[in-house]
T-cell receptor, first 113, second 116 residues
Framework: AQSVTQPDIHITVSEGASLELRCNYS??????LFWYVQSPGQGLQLLLK??????LVQGIKGFEAEFKRSQSSFNLRKPSVHWSDAAEYFC???????????FGAGTRLTVKP | NAGVTQTPKFQVLKTGQSMTLQCAQD?????MSWYRQDPGMGLRLIHY???????DQGEVPNGYNVSRSTTEDFPLRLLSAAPSQTSVYFC???????????????FGSGTRLTVV
């Protein structure tokens, strides 16, 4: 069973518009939560992470994410998207069995001029 | 620059051939892992290591072998390549298995493997 779900395979937004990428998970307690970004031909870079405390976390490049326990969600947001934000975004959750981290299938972001 | 180095970046193999994907890190991380990335599947864990001499299987280990003789290196071996192993492979490292501190996993830039 898929433990981490990113419902949107591909999203297109206009430059300057706001962005929200969804991440839902199944987990028995409060997990560790991460968002990574992958630019074309590159490895994954950490945007932000949540372990405990304030449920709204700030990351690099102007991104933020909010942990909502009641909805089992950790959605990524940015108020104003830049053309350089075009990339693929992955949510990661864990630890699961044997302390594995699980990655979602990814959301590809296209930014229109 | 410190980080995770993967070689080669691209590789084409014929079915049945063997090869080794190299991964090296210079951050003295104890934990290293190999993932494969396939469209619509995200990243799936192949094998991982929590330290030199210690390896274990991940979610999709069949057809792959690993060893960890040093802290720095964690090669991934394909013994007899199959078309189903066509994928992009990422190596990652972290001070600990669950990256509760610092910057999570550090990823290499990937190896794109095609098996024909």
């Amino acid at each position: 069973a898929q433990s981490v779900t990113q419902p949107d395979i591909h999203i297109t937004v206009s430059e300057g518009a706001s962005l929200e990428l969804r991440c839902n998970y199944s987990y028995g307690a409060t997990p560790y939560l991460f968002w990574y970004v992958q630019s074309p031909g590159q490895g994954l870079q950490l945007l932000l992470k949540y372990f405990s405390g304030d449920t709204l976390v700030q990351g690099i490049k102007g991104f933020e994410a909010e942990f909502k326990r009641s909805q089992s969600s950790f959605n990524l947001r940015k108020p104003s998207v830049h053309w350089s934000d075009a990339a693929e975004y992955f949510c990661a959750v864990g630890p699961y069995n044997n302390n594995d981290m699980r990655f979602g299938a990814g959301t590809r972001l296209t930014v229109k001029p | 620059n410190a980080g995770v180095t993967q070689t080669p970046k691209f590789q084409v193999l014929k079915t049945g051939q063997s090869m080794t994907l190299q991964c090296a890190q210079d951050m003295n991380h104890e934990y290293m892992s190999w993932y494969r990335q396939d469209p619509g599947m995200g990243l799936r864990l192949i094998h991982y290591s929590v330290g030199a001499g210690i390896t274990d299987q991940g979610e999709v280990p069949n057809g792959y072998n690993v060893s960890r003789s040093t802290t720095e290196d964690f090669p991934l071996r394909l013994l007899s390549a199959a078309p189903s192993q066509t994928s992009v492979y990422f190596c990652a490292s972290s001070p600990r298995r669950v990256p509760t501190g610092g910057n999570g996993y550090t990823f290499g830039s990937g190896t794109r493997l095609t098996v024909v």
